[in-house]
């Protein structure tokens, strides 16, 4: 059973440019959240993705945005990179059902690790 | 608004030793959720344990033990006999458990670096 998978796991983009990052969740898990982590420091909050539509955002600016097919998977897509931008983003997937009762599903990929320059 | 606070930036332990890192939180929901990850140099968040704040008794994981104390606002892991594999980043997080069926974000501490000596 494939746990989480993300793709690429290391990125160099330009200030400036467009990147997706793109998440498959774990099997039969169907909501996706994603997270940016920058260097010495706690993963953030970005977004999470439910049923395709964004159901909850945190504190990043609109350059952040993000989409779910209907198998689950998911992109993140950075507009107008900045240097600032430079972090490892992690994604997370769990059951929708049963994290309203809280639980243990939060299960996170390896990242994808993206430099700006 | 919730919070997360570690205030061991990193903490250096003999292996086979105990040991206990801190973690105390601050949320206005009535029920939430406590997690600890390990996170190692490869970068995986790895999900140790989890306690809901309603649970009676302490959650326990193997080696991992998770020392609840709800006054006290704190949730902290404790790591009986350390192995040098256990050198890793710690962080502590806490979820919302909402009544509706999406799932509340996780917000994390700044975490905490082990480093196990032989």
């Known amino acids: 059973d494939a746990g989480v998978t993300q793709s690429p796991t290391h990125l160099i983009k330009t200030r400036g440019q467009q990147v997706t990052l793109r998440c498959s969740p774990k099997s039969g898990h169907d909501t996706v959240s994603w997270y940016q982590q920058a260097l010495g420091q706690g993963p953030q909050f970005i977004f999470q993705?439910?049923?395709?539509?964004?159901?909850q955002r945190g504190n990043f600016p609109d350059r952040f945005s993000g989409h779910q097919f209907p198998n689950y998977s998911s992109e993140l897509n950075v507009n107008a990179l900045l240097l600032g931008d430079s972090a490892l983003y992690l994604c997370?997937?769990?059951?929708?059902?049963?994290?309203?009762?809280?639980?243990?599903?939060?299960?996170f990929g390896q990242g994808t690790r993206l430099t700006v320059v | 608004a919730q919070k997360i606070t570690q205030t061991q930036p990193g903490m250096f332990v003999q292996e086979k030793e105990a040991v206990t890192l801190d973690c105390t939180y601050d949320t206005s929901d009535p029920s939430y959720g406590l997690f600890w990850y390990k996170q190692p140099s490869s970068g995986e968040m790895i999900f140790l344990i989890y306690q809901g704040s309603y649970d009676q008794q302490n959650a326990t994981e193997g080696r991992y033990s998770l020392n609840f104390q709800k006054a006290r606002k704190s949730a902290n892991l404790v790591i009986s006999a350390s192995q040098l594999g256990d050198s890793a980043m710690y962080f502590c997080?806490?979820?919302?458990?909402?009544?509706?069926?999406?799932?509340?974000?996780?917000?994390f501490g700044s975490g905490t670096r082990l480093s196990i000596r032989p």
């Open positions: 993705y439910y049923e395709e539509e964004e159901r």
């Open positions: 997370a997937s769990s059951l929708a059902g049963r994290q309203a009762r809280g639980g243990t599903e939060a299960f």
């Open positions: 997080a806490m979820r919302a458990i909402p009544g509706y069926s999406s799932a509340s974000k996780i917000i």
